[in-house]
T-cell receptor, first 110, second 112 residues
Framework: QKEVEQNSGPLSVPEGAIASLNCTYS??????FFWYRQYSGKSPELIMF????GDKEDGRFTAQLNKASQYVSLLIRDSQPSDSATYLC??????????FGSGTRLQVQP | DAGVTQSPTHLIKTRGQQVTLRCSPK?????VSWYQQALGQGPQFIFQ???????QRGNFPDRFSGHQFPNYSSELNVNALLLGDSALYLC???????????FGPGTRLTVT
């Protein structure tokens, strides 16, 4: 079982819709959770982080964490074609070394 | 505010050669982590440097080594290159015990 699992996609949503990206992790000791966006040929860009159970909102982005279910998600409201990218979920188990999933490719159709 | 910088951008090496990649952290950051990203995969943690010491290491062979300088910049060295070492090498910086890591643009290494 992979430590951090994501559906590879592609996830296709129409412009203006809500995109929902999901991630599960195996280490119950995981403390910090991150979402990175990576455009093709570029490096990952940190867009959200969450440490506590519940929701965290930042502009059009909402991160949701459920430690009991070992599940973290990212919602993107009012999706734009410029949001088309690969979204990487990363988990820190407390050792300050991030473990990444393989990413979900999001396509926003104009 | 200067972000994370890496050099070179691209590099082509032959099997068996050695390579050195360089990273300067974001202004104010003191911790540097290195990751390897193969095509279609998420980044894999190589090691992390703090106060010029290797603080954490991932599942990479001893061919991968590093160094951190007093100005917090860092080098990644890979000896005896293999074809499988071809990847995007990413440097990420953070502040002390902070968990948010910010990536540089990466170095694309091709081993032929």
């Amino acid at each position: 079982q992979k430590e951090v699992e994501q559906n590879s996609g592609p996830l296709s949503v129409p412009e203006g819709a809500i995109a929902s990206l999901n991630c599960t992790y195996s280490d119950r000791g995981s403390q910090s959770f991150f979402w990175y966006r990576q455009y093709s040929g570029k490096s990952p860009e940190l867009i959200m982080f969450i440490y506590s159970n519940g929701d965290k909102e930042d502009g059009r982005f909402t991160a949701q964490l459920n430690k009991a279910s070992q599940y973290v998600s990212l919602l993107i409201r009012d999706s734009q074609p410029s949001d088309s990218a690969t979204y990487l979920c990363a988990v820190d188990t407390g050792r300050r070394a991030l473990t990444f999933g393989s990413g979900t490719r999001l396509q926003v159709q104009p | 505010d200067a972000g994370v910088t890496q050099s070179p951008t691209h590099l082509i090496k032959t099997r068996g050669q050695q390579v050195t990649l360089r990273c300067s952290p974001k202004s104010g950051h003191d911790t540097v982590s290195w990751y390897q990203q193969a095509l279609g995969q998420g980044p894999q943690f190589i090691f992390q440097y703090y106060e010029e010491e290797e603080r954490q290491r991932g599942n990479f062979p001893d061919r991968f080594s590093g160094h951190q300088f007093p100005n917090y910049s860092s080098e990644l060295n890979v000896n005896a290159l293999l074809l499988g070492d071809s990847a995007l090498y990413l440097c990420a910086s953070s502040l002390g015990s902070g968990f948010e890591q910010y990536f540089g643009p990466g170095t694309r290494l091709t081993v032929t």
